[in-house]
């Protein structure tokens, strides 16, 4: 696998998307992306948006914004010793022009393995060695907090097993915050439950620019076509459901850019009014 990476400017802000690797999606599996769709529904989407039934390669877009005081990540990734498909994102950095040791801050938007395990290594020694890793206090006691037995009775309990191991191994470089802080100036975090229920997003501001790192409030850009379809996984469905309406408004009425981190690489787009919606447009230099 190849690192890839996307650099863009946010007005006085250098940003760079970096692919953290991809994550194959059988037919089995992909379907439950989309809970609440029907079949016929679902089949149509998928034509419109070119994506076979049988396969999706699920992207895995990481975020770094360089303030010029800060180097900021929006989460880590999910790192390669335990899912091979993953990993890439500090060869993206190097790619990029930057090292581990340039970052100054790790935003974790949520628990999940995908977005906060890339920054510790197989020993436990941390990748970033320098940087403060931020996260909502919430969602940092619930996932450290799950005993072995709840774990036990849950999907995927190995990937949560070793998420929680993750966190725990991150809790010396670890300052816990409320949503709605400001992380640096012109980054912000915006509270997102729904996904998990203490998930955030993170909104970054330079000039009259405005960007959006959306994380896992919707997968795909078909979830802002349907906002009412949402992975089967997401804790609190009907929750997620109003954050999502509430983030795609506020993205389409200030003209803000979008980043998902599992839209297609390089996970950058406008949300634009369409009828009683929205439809997503890809960001073009």
Avoid at 151 to 171: G, N, P, S, W, Y
Avoid at 222 to 236: K, S, V
Avoid at 241 to 269: M, Q, S, W, Y
Wanted: hydrophobic letters at 40%; proline letters at 6%; one cysteine or more.
């Amino acid at each position: 696998m190849t690192a890839r990476t996307y650099p863009f400017d946010l007005g006085q802000f250098k940003c760079v998307s970096i692919s953290d690797g991809i994550q194959p999606i059988d037919a089995e599996l992909l379907p439950s992306f989309f809970a609440g769709s029907s079949d016929e529904e679902l089949a149509l989407a998928f034509k419109s948006h070119g994506i076979s039934p049988d396969h999706y390669e699920l992207q895995c877009n990481c975020l770094l914004i360089d303030t010029g005081d800060a180097r900021i990540l929006i989460d880590s990734g999910g790192g390669s010793f335990f899912d091979p498909h993953l990993g890439l994102l500090g060869p993206g950095l190097e790619s990029a022009g930057y090292s581990p040791g340039d970052i100054d801050i790790v935003v974790l938007t949520h628990g999940h393995r995908d977005h906060v395990c890339g920054g510790v290594a197989q020993d436990d020694s941390m990748i970033f060695p320098k940087a403060k890793h931020v996260m909502v206090r919430g969602e940092w006691e619930y996932w450290v907090n799950l005993g072995d037995e709840e774990i036990r009775v849950m999907a995927h309990a190995e990937d949560i097993r070793f998420a929680r191991h993750c966190l725990k191994a991150i809790a010396p470089q670890l300052e816990l915050i409320d949503a709605g802080e400001e992380i640096a100036p012109g980054v912000r975090t915006l509270a997102t439950p729904g996904h998990t229920r203490n998930h955030i997003s993170v909104e970054v501001t330079s000039g009259d620019k405005l960007l959006i790192c959306v994380a896992d409030t919707m997968d795909l850009p078909i979830h802002i076509e349907n906002t009412t379809w949402h992975p089967a996984w997401d804790e609190l469905p009907e929750r997620g459901i109003e954050t999502r309406r509430v983030l795609l408004r506020r993205a389409a009425e200030r003209n803000a850019l979008i980043h998902g981190f599992h839209f297609p690489f390089p996970g950058l787009g406008y949300v634009r009014e369409d009828g009683d919606g929205w439809r997503f447009e890809p960001f073009s230099k």
